[in-house]
């Protein structure tokens, strides 16, 4: 073999090893793009989870103290406030019903929204005098938005 061919193939295999070395690269970075934006969805996650907890232990600490229970007209008005507070919130109406039971009112409310948002909206639920207690809260992320199904009941004279 001639030093001409061998330099030939020398150059060849240096080509075919530069294109597996970028290859290479180039997955490895986007490994690491992968990996980190999995890092991110876990934190929020984290925080999600954490702010959910934190309202839980409002809500029960705000379900344990006296407010006034109010007349079934005063409950569609505190009804109406509530669905006022999520628009307030830029939280779109999926649906609301509401039926009489023993000690007032139960009214559920299906909602979407941005997360902040929910979030806002949950911290200052209820927040009038009227007794509102939530008995049920269950979210969950559809098509980058977050969907809570809202079960709660208006408290009546």
Not at 50 to 63: I, P
Not at 91 to 120: P, Q, T, Y
Request: charged letters at 20%; a neutral charge.
């Amino acid at each position: 073999m001639s030093v001409a061919a061998f330099l030939e193939k020398m150059r060849g295999l240096t080509a075919v090893i530069g294109i597996l070395g970028a290859i290479l690269m180039a997955m490895t970075g986007y490994t690491v793009h992968v990996f980190h934006d999995q890092q991110e969805i876990q934190g929020r996650i984290a925080v999600m989870t954490q702010t959910v907890s934190d309202w839980q232990k409002k809500a029960d600490r705000l379900n344990g103290e006296k407010f006034r229970p109010v007349t079934e007209e005063q409950a569609k008005v505190v009804k109406s406030r509530i669905i006022l507070a999520a628009q307030g919130n830029q939280l779109n109406l999926l649906g609301s019903a509401d039926h009489a039971e023993e000690n007032g009112r139960l009214c559920e409310l299906d909602i979407s929204g941005e997360w902040g948002n929910m979030v806002n909206f949950l911290k200052n639920f209820g927040s009038s005098d009227a007794l509102v207690s939530i008995k049920g809260l269950a979210m969950n992320m559809e098509q980058g938005k977050i969907q809570a199904h809202v079960v709660y009941e208006i408290y009546t004279k």
